[in-house]
């Protein structure tokens, strides 16, 4: 069976910073305007890391306007919940507050559990490793949910 194409996804995480922009970008990069991202956080208290700009560029990505935002900014820009058909939850934190949000909406509510690198490796290299490995593992969970990119 083909992997389909949703026509909107929100990914979230903890913060907006690392694991979601990672998401969003890479779900732009791969799959083009054939769907529609966006990303937030549980809160959006954090800019958006240096490390996760610095992985993400290696595979042209670019994520430097990217802005942090949390589940209630998007009426701020003029969506709710309900303006997508898949939320994928990176975290716990964010699979709680999406499940919790989406009784109230129909959509469906997706968890990836991804390791958080922020706090891993020691040195400049070591913890490029680490958020290497989580842009990776988002990749692989994207590849195998909906097939291969169509926009490489």
């Not at 595979?59 to 997508?84: A, Q």
């Not at 716990?92 to 990836?112: D, K, N």
Request: charged letters at 25%; hydrophobic letters at 35%; one cysteine or more.
């Amino acid at each position: 069976m083909t992997p389909s194409l949703p026509n909107s996804v929100l990914f979230c995480c903890d913060h907006n910073a690392t694991r979601s922009p990672m998401a969003e970008g890479m779900m732009k990069k791969f799959y083009g305007r054939q769907v529609y991202v966006q990303s937030v956080g549980v809160k959006s208290d954090l800019e958006i890391d240096g490390f996760t700009i610095a992985v993400c560029t290696e595979i042209g990505i670019d994520l430097t306007r990217h802005r942090s935002r949390d589940f209630n900014e998007l009426k701020d820009w003029g969506e709710d919940l309900s303006s997508f058909d898949l939320v994928v939850a990176l975290t716990p934190a964010s699979r709680a507050q999406a499940t919790e949000l989406a009784r109230a909406h129909h959509v469906a509510v997706e968890y990836w559990p991804i390791d958080d690198p922020t706090h891993r490796g020691e040195g400049r290299e070591a913890r490029l490793a680490a958020y290497r490995a989580t842009r990776d593992q988002i990749r692989a969970h994207m590849l195998e949910r909906f097939g291969t990119p169509t926009n490489l």
